[in-house]
């Protein structure tokens, strides 16, 4: 992910003409994000690596938001660039560190599958969250026909 808005960060810039400014802090971020591979599954907030990726992710958007001001592009061309060069790592890190939380081995009993556990939380008799709002929509759209003997 990092290699690929990396390349497309300089072909912006080689290509687009785009400010060397905004495609160097936008490398610069590239390059902290890859310290922070460095830990991966552990990323402590309050380390220096982490802090600089969240202020240089308010500047390369401040940087983009005064360009795009003053440059026209479609709205489809700006929605790409803020989508692959400055949503997509940050987004990556957060949901590959949420998604590992509920499939853990110590979180699943034996016998359950990670699906059920999930949505279940680990409670047979009762549904919560999201599987209660599919199984009320599938009883309401598609009620259940008894059978006729």
């Known amino acids: ?24 802090v936008g490398l610069f971020t590239n390059l902290v994000y890859f310290g922070l591979l460095q830990t991966f599954p552990y990323i402590m907030l309050t380390s220096p690596n982490f ?8 500047v390369n958007h401040y940087m983009a938001f005064q360009y795009f001001a003053e440059e026209y592009y479609p709205f489809s061309e700006v929605l790409a660039y803020f989508t692959i060069c400055l949503w997509i790592i940050p987004f990556s890190f957060f949901v590959s560190l949420s998604a590992g939380e509920n499939v853990l081995p110590s979180t699943v009993q034996h016998g359950d599958d990670v699906v059920s556990n999930y949505f279940t ?11 209660v709002v599919f199984s009320f929509l599938k009883e309401a759209v598609l009620p259940s026909r008894q059978k006729m003997y």
């Open 51 to 58: 802090i600089l990726s969240c202020v240089l992710v308010v």
């Open 121 to 131: 939380k680990g409670k047979r008799g009762k549904r919560s969250g999201i599987l």
């Open 1 to 24: 992910m990092i290699w690929v808005s990396t390349g497309v960060l300089t072909g912006l810039y080689l290509f687009e003409g785009f400010p060397l400014l905004m495609v160097g």
